[in-house]
């Protein structure tokens, strides 16, 4: 009797399968073959589940976001609101080897130029989904006025420092994250509610 598979752990194996290879090659190292290998089985394995590599870089997306929706869920709201903008920052920065792998992910699904794969898109939600998580945590420590500049700050703060991560994982390591972290929450706690920035 032939053994039963569930179909949506199936796919999110396959999933993370092509998510490794893109971390450790870039796009490039994403193929139907390359994954077939990656997962030990013919290609009509990934092709059951995803027809081209579109779908495939669709997945990875979606395996991203559903592992950040539910990571974002873990941080406790019994923490003070400065904790709980710490906890997210700390999420948010690539301060372990998993959380690097996952910005490389990013950084090459952004330098990807292939039209074919649509990943502009991806991206474009990726970033809108970011921007929201970074309002929700940094909202209560300041004024309404001052939150979309400090939305701006974190977000540029984090793509600074995550791509510097990634280019230099022996200079940006945790314990300088986590100090760059405990220097920028005081200083959105301190000043956020206080500063209106000039309109242009």
Do not use: C, K
Request: hydrophobic share 45%; net charge negative; charged share 25%.
């Amino acid at each position: 009797m032939p053994r039963s598979i569930d179909r949506t752990q199936r796919r999110l194996e396959v999933a993370r399968a092509a998510a490794r290879l893109l971390a450790a090659g870039g796009p490039n190292a994403v193929t139907l073959r390359s994954l077939a290998d990656e997962l030990g089985g013919s290609i009509t394995l990934v092709t059951h589940y995803f027809p081209n590599r579109s779908a495939i870089f669709e997945a990875i997306q979606e395996l991203l976001l559903m592992e950040g929706v539910r990571e974002l869920a873990e941080i406790s709201e019994d923490l003070s609101q400065t904790d709980r903008l710490r906890a997210f920052l700390e999420w948010l920065l690539p301060t372990t080897i998993e959380s690097l792998e996952l910005e490389r992910i990013r950084v090459a699904m952004v330098t990807e130029a292939d039209p074919s794969l649509n990943l502009r898109q991806m991206v474009d939600r990726w970033e809108r989904e970011m921007r929201e998580a970074i309002s929700r945590f940094v909202a209560p420590l300041v004024g309404r006025s001052a939150l979309p500049f400090y939305v701006d700050l974190v977000r540029v703060v984090h793509n600074g420092v995550a791509l510097s991560a990634v280019e230099h994982p022996d200079y940006w390591t945790r314990e300088r994250q986590l100090a760059f972290i405990d220097a920028v929450v005081p200083l959105i706690e301190h000043t956020g509610s206080a500063l209106t920035p000039r309109q242009s």
